[in-house]
T-cell receptor, first 111, second 113 residues
Framework: EDQVTQSPEALRLQEGESSSLNCSYT??????LFWYRQDPGKGPEFLFT???AGEEKEKERLKATLTKKESFLHITAPKPEDSATYLC????????????FGTGTLLAVQP | GAGVSQSPSNKVTEKGKDVELRCDPI?????LYWYRQSLGQGLEFLIY????????KSGLPSDRFSAERTGGSVSTLTIQRTQQEDSAVYLC???????????FGSGTRLTVV
């Protein structure tokens, strides 16, 4: 069964304090691993898709990396506006194209 | 429109009543998804539409839930005889193709009292 586990559940950082969020996954035939950001009361906002081990993508202070078992979302010198819940999801190789989501990491960046 | 539009944004209903939730995807997006997000839980897949193909209904939790997509565009999720455990945020998303980032709407917060 496809499964996604995110850690930590919650993370509090000081502004400028870099860190990483982890997404461990088990999937039969990875088609893609997705990172989303979700603000309170809003739908998830797409950040990145990674397709194969070794791939990396960057956007502003965020960098996502992928191995065969996990993905990391690195946050460099975060700002308070980076505070949000970060969701990881995988699309497996089955007949359906649904995404399996983790429960997210709630990030709080304090000024 | 520029994004995925969902209505209503909030819905309070009495137990046992039927509700309809609407999703207007991004124009030209052939894939449409419904997910449910309960407090403290991850997003739960409900149903997937792709073009004119038969929908993947494997995530619908019971036969009280149904969905349709008319003309390859607007979708309606219907919950019959609502129960308190149906209370959640229902999210719709669309995508131009599979294995590509979805664009989510802001969701409908359903509260069953």
């Amino acid at each position: 069964e496809d499964q996604v586990t995110q850690s930590p559940e919650a993370l509090r950082l000081q502004e400028g304090e870099s860190s990483s969020l982890n997404c461990s996954y088990t999937v039969s035939g990875l088609r893609g691993l997705f990172w989303y950001r979700q603000d309170p009361g809003k739908g998830p906002e797409f950040l990145f898709t990674l397709y194969s081990a070794g791939e990396e993508k960057e956007k502003e202070r965020l960098k996502a990396t992928l191995t065969k078992k996990e993905s990391f979302l690195h946050i460099t010198a975060p700002k308070p506006e980076d505070s949000a819940t970060y969701l990881c999801a995988v699309e497996g190789g089955g007949a359906t194209n649904k995404l399996i989501f983790g429960t997210g990491t709630l990030l709080a960046v304090q000024p | 429109g520029a994004g995925v539009s969902q209505s209503p944004s909030n819905k309070v209903t009495e137990k046992g009543k039927d509700v309809e939730l609407r999703c207007d995807p991004i124009s030209g997006h052939t894939a449409l998804y419904w997910y449910r997000q309960s407090l403290g839980q991850g997003l739960e897949f409900l149903i997937y539409f792709q073009g004119n193909s038969a929908p993947d209904k494997s995530g619908l939790p019971s036969d009280r839930f149904s969905a349709e997509r008319t003309g390859g565009s607007v979708s309606t999720l219907t919950i019959q005889r609502t129960q308190q455990e149906d209370s959640a945020v229902y999210l719709c998303a669309s995508s131009p193709r599979t294995s590509y980032g979805y664009t989510f709407g802001s969701g409908t917060r359903l509260t069953v009292v």
